[in-house]
Structures are given as C-alpha cells and as structure tokens.
C-alpha cells in the first residue's frame, strides 16, 4: 500500500531544459562581451553544475554573477508543465494519497516555475534549503515525516540517477521519468523499479504501481 507519492521538479513536471540553457547562454553572453549560444554550450549542459559549465565558457567568478543573475534570467525564459501533470497530480489526490515535492530548486522560485494550480495539488515542498541535496536521501526522508508516510508506503518519481539514488537510500520506490532529463536507460542502470515514458501516464502510471491510499 502507498500513501504517497513524492515528485522532482525539473524534468518531471516542469519542462525546463531549453531555459536553463537559455539562462546559460545569456549569462555566458554578458560576462564575456560576446554572444554565447545555446548551440555553443557543452553537451551535457543541462546536467552539469552551472559553475561547471559557464567556468568552461571561460567566465570569471561564476558563483558570483550566477548569485546576481540566475534568477532574473530564469525568470524571463519559456517554462511549462509538461502535458499530463496537472491531470495526473489531480488523479492522485483523488484517489486519497498525499503528494510532495523534493526538488534542488530554491522555494522563491516555485511561485514562478510553477503554476498556482500544482502548487494546490502538492501536500509539501521540500527545497534545496530544507535538506541536503539528492542522491542524499535526506529531502525524501524530510518530506516522508512531514507528511506522516513511511518509506514503504510511498514511490518518488525522478528524472535522473541521482532521484534514484535518493529513493532507493530512504527506502523510498523508485520510479523513473523517462522523458527528462537522463533518459530511460540511465534511471533503469540506476536501479528504478519501473519508467514511465510519457507525462500523461503521471496519474495512471503511478495508480498502477501500487500507488493506493492507505488502509484505515
């Protein structure tokens, strides 16, 4: 039985891949005096720390000018859920199991990642300034005993083997989002118990799985 079911953000609910590029790009291009884009930046971009990655560009002081301009930038590119989520996080209330969140992102920035409507629908938010951050199992754990649920009675559904990892140290199932941002394979290699590979199966999928409300 499982009484909840506990989400990453990025790459699974939210699709924000070509605007954490494009807030690379933009940062690249205005420390370096010179246009950065997306095309040029490095391969794994989107999954590599962004110090890592604008460090690589060439620009000097990367924390520094990501701690003044990460947000504004983010804040301006193109984010939307994904098809599916808002139906598939309704079925899953309906159905009497709680729902959380365990993302890396800050809590300011939840208000305008993501819309008022999946902000209702999740019973807690665990941000990066709550917990240390996944593979660490500890934001799971966090969110478990916020919510009352032990780790028996719930499934996580992440995106990379990192979200696995997290999952599979508190005890939690694992679930994999094969449509974000480390493909199916990577989450199978990391241990998921199974991959969904469409976000329209969020509610159906995660109901199949031995997702039900717990007895009482």
């Not at 997306?38 to 560009?57: F, H, N, Q, W, Y």
């Not at 694992?174 to 480390?182: L, R």
Request: proline fraction near 8%.
């Amino acid at each position: 039985m499982t009484g909840a079911v506990l989400f990453d953000m990025d790459g699974v609910l939210l699709d924000s891949r070509e605007a954490v590029l494009a807030t690379l790009a933009g940062i690249a291009t205005a420390a370096l005096g010179r246009r950065v884009a997306i095309t040029d930046l490095p391969r794994a971009a989107a999954t590599t720390p962004r110090t890592e990655v604008l460090a690589g560009l060439g620009v000097r002081n990367p924390d520094a000018l990501c701690a003044t301009w990460w947000d504004p930038a983010l804040a301006t590119a193109a984010t939307a859920l994904f098809p599916g989520v808002l139906d598939g996080l309704a079925a899953i209330k309906d159905a009497g199991i709680a729902t959380g969140l365990v993302t890396l992102q800050k809590r300011g920035r939840l208000p305008w990642l993501l819309p008022p409507g999946v902000l209702a629908l999740l019973d807690v938010t665990v941000c990066r300034e709550d917990a240390a951050p996944k593979p660490a199992p500890d934001g799971v754990r966090l969110a478990l005993a916020r919510l009352g649920v032990g780790p028996a009675e719930a499934v996580f559904l992440g995106d990379t083997p990192g979200d696995v990892r997290a999952a599979l140290a508190a005890g939690v199932t694992p679930v994999g989002a094969g449509w974000g941002y480390a493909g199916a394979q990577a989450l199978r290699d990391a241990g998921a118990a199974v991959v969904l590979h469409d976000p329209g199966w969020i509610g159906p999928g995660l109901l199949g799985h031995r997702v039900t409300a717990p007895a009482r």
